[in-house]
């Protein structure tokens, strides 16, 4: 791991150790809530909801509080006539920078909000799995009502925005506002349709069947092996619902969901690498500050998209593993050639649910959510009405007839966890890595040789360098024009559909 | 499980709820680091080490803070004479008595101090993890030495006590010194002495060999269903060194140890069972204040070391369970009959590992443990002359050499974790489960012949009601005298092990 110089200048004032120090504290407790969360999913008995929902409350009001204080807002005053002198992309600058963006953002938000916030979250999420399990929206319903009740309070507390949605957007998306995920949508949905139509006919059947859990544990191991894990700071676990987490410096943690009835995890898991590796390249210098994690949603969905997708379900990325996929299970894969494979998970087909939706119909997946939780959002849906409404856009963009609330509505966990105008930064997310994805094959040359190779190294480096060791330094409409040299465009991403689809 | 109603009076005027609000806060707090401390030894990837002792020093020194703030103190003495009106059995006057203890005995005590211990806490432990595994004391002699500098300077926080290792205990054991301890310790000795030397010859080969993990497991989890267990509140992990933790209401976690040599693991379950199984009888009443767990570390082993041996070491037990196991391990167990077998789990044999040890040599861990870290704490041993200062005890109490310093001063967590002074409480929760025991067995009659039908609901009533549900409403010597009548005493426990082993 590179381990960058902290380029503090010598005369630094005593007010930016103060301030350092404050912001360490605040990390810390902001990373015992990281373990609180994954241990809520991971590993709490289920008995255990209520009294935990209690302390993420009380954990998140007290940090809010320590970082919302006066006192660093008198250090930040304190501090501009030295962030004057500094250069923009210097750690001090940025540091700076982001520190003042988040507390002017965050000292609107009352204390007692914050806590019931995640206090609501805990429970939510807890009601969320039951309901799933049963099936059950209506069990849901005052759960999702509240959850919409406390978005709509957390909103009131910033001026009016164009629309409510845009609050909430922000703090995922810095920058980004409904209207523009509009127009990128448009332009996608647009693009998508005519791929529906045309996708050819591909059998498949080989990837339905009875695959052995520890053969797809062995197979996701050696994936993250060769993606370059190293297991003495990573690990791996098993949620209905997987998610990536960084509760502390060199201690990274991915999640996945297995089935047996197909190999999905293996596409989960490389999903989940590609957050992990984001928060793992992070400058260290950066621990324990508001730098120390991805820079938005989007850029973070950009790099699992990456790997998931054009790493993971790559020609050249079955070169190298198919080999040993078809090692671990014989029986299925004895007479599926690497060209049968390849384009069997990469098939156009409609379904009921996003995660295991292919890159083509994913993002109706997500236009969808984004329309629903906008009007659910504004009052202009009731959270009653919202399965039927879900339905009939099912229908409408996928031809899908859903079969129940759990493999419809109640799929994601999002909504429950309090998430609102999350949903669209996986497309952009899309959207952004084969911007990305376009500059480090220009930058690399053999890229796809390397991976066709098992070779990521590379790959992983020119991620490091131009996105992931900045950290939170450079706002997301920045970032991506020094990775790239031009601003946030779905042409590349369409182009880049069309052309793998048309080959396939 | 019992949901008393919280007996509140009436008149109880507004700064007890607001006393109750801070303490439920603080309590949260502790929970979130019981959390951490459950992960970093379950889940943590061991390059988060550094990175989690920043993290629970912080949340530590938080807690602290909280808790010792002018506000409580300012709070309790306004709270005095209402204090006054009340049964010093009701709740609140309980609470307020307890808080009040702690309060006075926590302001003594440096914020940083407290965030030091904690970090350092985490550090040594993963310090003694690696030098465990490496049998390499030399690797652990600076975090042992600065462990023992933190509790010095801990121990300087409080007036002059006979002397320091008084001031430690009271932590663990309140009202109990150095003094007694060496008293009862006396005592024990004299008495196990001579069983050692009458022990008989028994066969116990069957208890070494193959036993497959997963047949363990089931036992383990079979016997916890017996106990009582409920699976959607309770979970069992695996660590090096088996301990319980409970990081909210109705989450209770154990975690044990297998080997595939031999079926330890069954009693190292069954002694966190006890552990897990006071801390879930705790009046809910009491949750999210600093009456909501045990009352003292030797109460708690008092009922840990109950379920391991007078109840996990029993004949009863074995009429009951002995069939099940034989079912798990055939080839092992099926010319061993029920009677042999009970012989060689109380097989009294001097060996080098404390948690291996039988009922009679046990303690004699714990004499040579007690007399080595009170001279540590004086400075009358150097921490580089302990290993030698261990094998010469460990020859003279037991006649044993000790092959590597993994197999002797660093077989224990203990010390790495700060806990100095804690070893007593095992000996002395042997002490107390006996005079407990006897009090059970006149109030429930046929005890023994419940356990032979593995029927464990009487016991585990007579416990909650007697003991678990107070909490740390009484201190330990209040709660022994209501409990049995009497004050601690060696007595019942010598006679018992008289009594158990001239009858094997």
């Known amino acids: 791991m ?19 120090l404050i912001l360490s504290h605040v990390a810390d407790l902001g990373h015992a809530e990281t373990v609180l969360g994954w241990d809520s999913r991971v590993s709490m008995p289920p008995h255990g909801a209520a009294a935990r929902a209690e302390i993420v409350g009380t954990l998140g009001r007290l940090t809010h509080e320590r970082f919302v204080s006066d006192e660093v807002g008198d250090l930040l005053e304190r501090l501009r006539p030295y962030e004057e002198t500094l250069d923009y992309d210097s750690y001090d600058a940025s540091l700076l920078r982001v520190t003042r963006r988040d507390w002017e953002r965050q000292r609107r938000i009352p204390a007692a909000l914050v806590g019931e916030i995640w206090r609501s979250n805990g429970l939510a999420v807890a009601a969320w799995d039951d309901a799933r399990a049963a099936s059950d929206f209506q069990a849901f319903v005052p759960h999702l009502e509240r959850q919409l009740e406390l978005r709509q309070r957390y909103v009131e507390c910033f ?146 998209r ?75 849906l009731a959270v009653g009405d919202l399965p039927d409404a879900w339905n009939a856009l099912m229908q409408e963009y996928l031809g899908v007839a859903v079969s129940s609330d759990a493999q419809g509505v109640l799929q994601d966990m999002h909504w429950g966890a309090g998430l609102v105008a999350y949903f669209p930064t996986y497309s952009l997310g899309n959207v952004i890595s084969v911007q990305l994805w376009e500059r480090a094959v220009a930058d690399l040359g053999d890229l796809d040789e390397q991976i066709a190779r098992g070779e990521f190294g590379a790959l992983r480096e020119w991620q490091r360098e131009h996105v992931h060791r900045h950290g939170r330094k450079f706002r997301p409409d920045e970032l991506i024009v020094r990775a790239t040299g031009g601003s946030i465009d779905a042409g590349p991403y369409v182009r880049y559909l069309q052309e793998k689809y048309s080959g396939l």
Chains 1, 2 share one sequence.
Not at 179 to 197: D, N, S
Not at 278 to 293: C, F, K, Q
């Open 306 to 380: 990456t790997w998931e997708n054009l790493v993971g379900r790559s020609r050249p990325f079955w070169r190298f593993f198919y080999p040993t996929l078809r090692e671990l299970f014989p029986d299925h894969l004895r007479d599926v050639d690497e060209e049968a494979f390849v384009r069997g998970v990469n098939k156009v087909r409609p379904s009921a649910i996003r995660i295991d939706a292919d890159e083509v119909t994913y993002n109706l997946h997500i236009v969808l959510r984004f329309e629903l939780e906008r009007q659910l959002l504004e009052g202009r």
């Open 2 to 20: 590179n381990v960058a110089p902290v380029d503090v200048a010598a005369e630094a004032p005593s007010e930016l150790a103060q301030l350092k």
């Open 159 to 304: 001026p009016p925005a164009r629309e409510p949605y845009d609050v909430l957007l922000e703090d995922y998306e810095p920058g980004m506002t409904a209207a523009q995920v509009e127009a990128i949508f448009a332009e996608l949905k647009t693009a998508t349709l005519p791929l529906i139509e045309a996708a050819p006919e591909i059998d498949d059947s080989f990837l339905s069947g009875d695959f052995a859990i520890g053969a797809q544990e062995e197979a996701g191991r050696l994936v993250l092996d060769a993606f370059g894990v190293d297991r003495d700071a990573w690990r791996l676990d098993i949620t209905t619902h997987p998610f990536q987490a960084k509760p502390g410096l060199r201690d990274i943690r991915l999640t996945t969901h297995y089935r047996p009835g197909d190999i999905h995890s293996l596409f989960s898991t490389m999903h989940e690498f590609g957050h992990g590796v984001y928060e793992w390249g992070v400058d260290p210098a950066l621990a324990r500050t508001p730098l120390d994690s991805g820079t938005s949603s989007a850029f973070h969905e950009s790099q699992s």
